[in-house]
């Protein structure tokens, strides 16, 4: 399972240039706890996360910001990417392509994907977690599973 597969693809992100007032409201308001900051060609640039906003003083998210920022590809595999999260002690990492945000892979999107139910295209048995290799009842091979997934409720339906 790839980053692609479990990614949110709405990402709420603020400008460097924003006020620390405005990316206080816009985490309060979608309910999340880290925006990916990018500059105005959309270029991401750092993250602001409640710990940010909590420990560092300033007026504009550029000031405040965390610059080191761990970024994945759509391709990257969900196990690393469970690593990287774990092993570096952060709640979500950027999906990027070309320097730009086109996803968010968080701790909750990897949870999710492991409560994840698979339903065999051969013999319709049901496994649970992430994507077996093969039917634990009729032996068909992983790509003829299809996945009903406990999707995220979207930013925009909140």
Known sequence: MLANDIMTREVI??????????????????QISGLPVVNRRGVLC???TEADVLARSGDYVGEIMTRRVITVSQETDVN??????????????????NGLVIGVVSRADIVRAMAS????????AIHLGMMPLTCEVCGAPGQHFS????????????
């Open 46 to 48: 750092g993250i602001v």
């Open 147 to 158: 996945r009903e997934f406990p999707r995220r409720m979207e930013i925009t339906s909140r």
């Open 13 to 30: 992100t603020i400008l460097e240039d924003a006020s620390v007032d405005d990316a206080v409201r816009r985490l309060a308001e979608y």
């Open 80 to 97: 690393l990417i469970a690593q990287l999260l774990t092993g570096n002690r952060i709640k979500r990492v950027p999906v990027v392509a």
């Open 117 to 124: 139910r698979w339903v065999c295209g051969t013999c319709g």
